[in-house]
């Protein structure tokens, strides 16, 4: 969720060495973005930040969200099919059904910050 993005976000902020977060999804990087900007980390330039899902929000967050997008009707198609076969065969296939994703590149990841504290 946002709020427990928030949470690990004020955590994260505090934490000088830690340059870029990968979130489980795109509403904890939401919060995670809110935390960093309230405790005065600038996201890309301190911290990179990335989603997971790509929601139709994630290029309306601040800065526009870079995220991996995953393809949430590919991903319901598969998992209505497996049911439906565990029904008519009488068991589970046992296994992991890989949807494919892809990176989508928005403003919130940026080089590094060097150590000695301007960008790489």
Known sequence: SAGSGYRAGLRLAEQGDCTAV?????????????????RGRRVPEDVSV??????????SFQPPL???????????RRCVESALRQVRQGEA???TTLVPTRLV??????Q?????????
């Not at 997971?52 to 929000?57: A, E, G, H, L, N």
């Open 22 to 38: 990968f979130a489980a999804n795109d509403q904890m990087a939401l919060g995670l973005l809110r935390a960093l900007e309230e």
């Open 50 to 59: 990335i989603g997971f899902d790509d929601i139709p929000d994630s290029g």
């Open 66 to 76: 870079t995220t991996v997008h995953q393809d949430f009707a590919e991903v319901g």
């Open 93 to 95: 296939e046992p296994g």
């Open 105 to 110: 590149v928005r403003e919130s990841t940026g």
């Open 112 to 120: 590094p910050p060097s150590r000695e504290g301007g960008r790489g």
